[in-house]
T-cell receptor, first 112, second 111 residues
Framework: AQSVTQPDIHITVSEGASLELRCNYSYGATPYLFWYVQSPGQGLQLLLKYFSGDTLVQGIKGFEAEFKRSQSSFNLRKPSVHWSDAAEYFCAVVVNDYKLSFGAGTTVTVRA | EAQVTQNPRYLITVTGKKLTVTCSQNMNHEYMSWYRQDPGLGLRQIYYSMNVEVTDKGDVPEGYKVSRKEKRNFPLILESPSPNQTSLYFC??????????FGPGTRLLVL
């Protein structure tokens, strides 16, 4: 079955430093992949998505993600984090037209 | 503005007292879903609907009911809530093959 693993439960990063969040998927065909962010007390906001084409995907808020089929990965990156990037991040894969399978999430703490 | 709305946003109730969480979308989407979010588990699908009067179980449907009488609305019903249903609930909608859009979430506490 399609599934997503986020190996890091919690990451702490200094403001201005780079950030990389890992996501590994299990899927037989070409997956449709997403990254969502959930700020404290907020809903889910779509950061970026990969359906096909260019394997480096640009998203909102300065985030990007790279799809690597050979590694079954879809890691999220940001070159320089801001305090407002403190949030929980979810990777998800499309299972079918009406369902996403989510990873357990990675909480990002930004220290001054 | 395209959006998914949920009400209420916060709810405290007691075991066994029936409740309904409403969900509405204004994007004319065919697909709607309910998820629950629990620490360390991410989001898990409770029920989904592919169109009016077409609903089916997701991964964790026990203790929940849904209905889809209108395309825009997809309420989640807890007939007899229990403490293990304390969670953060999200409604989502999408067109076929498109991105899912999520509501703001409903935080439920069952005492």
């Amino acid at each position: 079955a399609q599934s997503v693993t986020q190996p890091d439960i919690h990451i702490t990063v200094s403001e201005g430093a780079s950030l990389e969040l890992r996501c590994n998927y299990s899927y037989g065909a070409t997956p449709y992949l997403f990254w969502y962010v959930q700020s404290p007390g907020q809903g889910l906001q779509l950061l970026l998505k990969y359906f096909s084409g260019d394997t480096l995907v640009q998203g909102i808020k300065g985030f990007e993600a790279e799809f690597k089929r050979s590694q079954s990965s879809f890691n999220l990156r940001k070159p320089s984090v801001h305090w407002s990037d403190a949030a929980e991040y979810f990777c998800a894969v499309v299972v079918n037209d009406y369902k996403l399978s989510f990873g357990a999430g990675t909480t990002v703490t930004v220290r001054a | 503005e395209a959006q998914v709305t949920q009400n209420p946003r916060y709810l405290i109730t007691v075991t066994g007292k029936k409740l309904t969480v409403t969900c509405s979308q204004n994007m004319n989407h065919e697909y709607m879903s309910w998820y629950r979010q629990d620490p360390g588990l991410g989001l898990r699908q409770i029920y989904y609907s592919m169109n009016v009067e077409v609903t089916d179980k997701g991964d964790v449907p026990e203790g929940y009911k849904v209905s889809r009488k209108e395309k825009r609305n997809f309420p989640l019903i807890l007939e007899s809530p229990s403490p293990n249903q304390t969670s953060l609930y999200f409604c989502a909608s999408s067109a076929r093959g498109e991105t899912q859009y999520f509501g703001p979430g409903t935080r439920l506490l069952v005492l």
